[in-house]
């Protein structure tokens, strides 16, 4: 078994380690480890053909060939080190490894299982259970990515867009000399204004002015929440019919119409509204664009 190859040293040299003398014999011969009849190797293997028992290289039995079978099956029975192996016989199969080490089954088949299943946690813990990242998840969160409602929803800021029926006209009530003023706010703030010099009787259109604002001139006034108001005046003086304000939305939603005042019950969409009743005084009128106007909600 001591297959050393020296160079350089003189032939028949005895190499400490590789002979010992049999076990029972007194005569001061010796044995070469690992041959038959003598000592088995310090790892417990023997020379092709042989096998360790009790410590001494005996003959194989018939049928049994291959010296790495027969090293790591004397290897198992010279420690009596089986990995696995609990000493009962539960009928387990078990598998050799590179080393000739015994593993059991359950631990061969624990190694080559991967990843984790969700685990639910203990009883009377709300219900949360982990996901395979080991990420804790309550059932509020699953299906969401765990994001949670936003109560706080607002709507626009919309095109604002004022329109009105109006002449300057003495028709029962003086004209105004300066021409008709309309100014123009949200939450109190002034967008803006327009005047309506004209008189013109023969008049047939929806609406004789409009003004609006865009989404973001109104944006730093604009609150989206249902608490928005609009709201217009107009001095005193000619002949006033109706003002109608539309919201046009940035989503693409229907726009919103409010008639905020109307003599011609027509809501605010009569072409020739000068065949009603017209308003002479002053005016100064609002409209909230509550949660049922928004187009968001």
């Not at 080490?101 to 219900?127: F, I, V």
């Not at 919309?158 to 009105?164: A, D, L, R």
């Not at 008189?199 to 944006?219: K, N, P």
């Not at 108001?229 to 919201?247: K, S």
Request: with cysteine; aromatic share 8%.
């Amino acid at each position: 078994m001591c297959r050393i190859l020296v160079f350089g040293l003189t032939v028949g040299v005895s190499l400490p380690g590789c002979f010992k003398d049999v076990a029972g014999q007194n005569d001061g011969s010796s044995c070469e480890v690992g041959s038959e009849g003598c000592s088995c190797t310090a790892g417990g293997t023997c020379d092709l053909g042989l096998e360790c028992r009790l410590d001494q290289c005996v003959a194989m039995d018939a049928g049994t060939t291959g010296s790495a079978d027969t090293a790591s099956e004397s290897f198992g029975e010279a420690t009596g080190s089986t990995i696995g192996d609990t000493g009962g016989s539960s009928g387990q199969a078990s598998t050799s490894d590179e080393t000739g080490s015994t593993l059991s089954t359950s631990e061969t088949s624990a190694e080559s299982t991967t990843g984790t299943a969700p685990t639910s946690s203990p009883e009377g813990s709300t219900n949360e259970t982990q996901d395979d990242t080991g990420t804790t998840m309550s059932p509020s969160s699953e299906g969401t990515g765990g994001a949670t409602s936003d109560t706080s929803v607002t709507c626009g800021p919309p095109e604002i867009w004022f329109s009105w029926w109006n002449r300057n006209c003495d028709w029962g009530c003086a004209p105004a000399m300066t021409g008709t003023i309309f100014e123009f706010y949200l939450n109190d703030a002034l967008l803006g204004s327009a005047i309506d010099l004209l008189c013109d009787a023969d008049a047939c259109t929806i609406y004789t002015g409009e003004r609006s604002f865009t989404a973001d001139q109104v944006a730093m006034i604009w609150h989206g929440d249902g608490s928005d108001e609009l709201r217009f005046t107009r001095n005193e003086g000619g002949a006033f019919f109706y003002m109608n304000i539309t919201l046009r939305w940035s989503d693409g939603a229907n726009p919103t119409s409010h008639c905020l005042v109307d003599t011609t019950t027509s809501n605010c969409n009569y072409a020739c509204a000068y065949d009603f009743a017209h308003i002479c005084t002053a005016q100064n009128l609002s409209w909230t664009v509550d949660d049922s106007a928004l187009s968001c909600l």
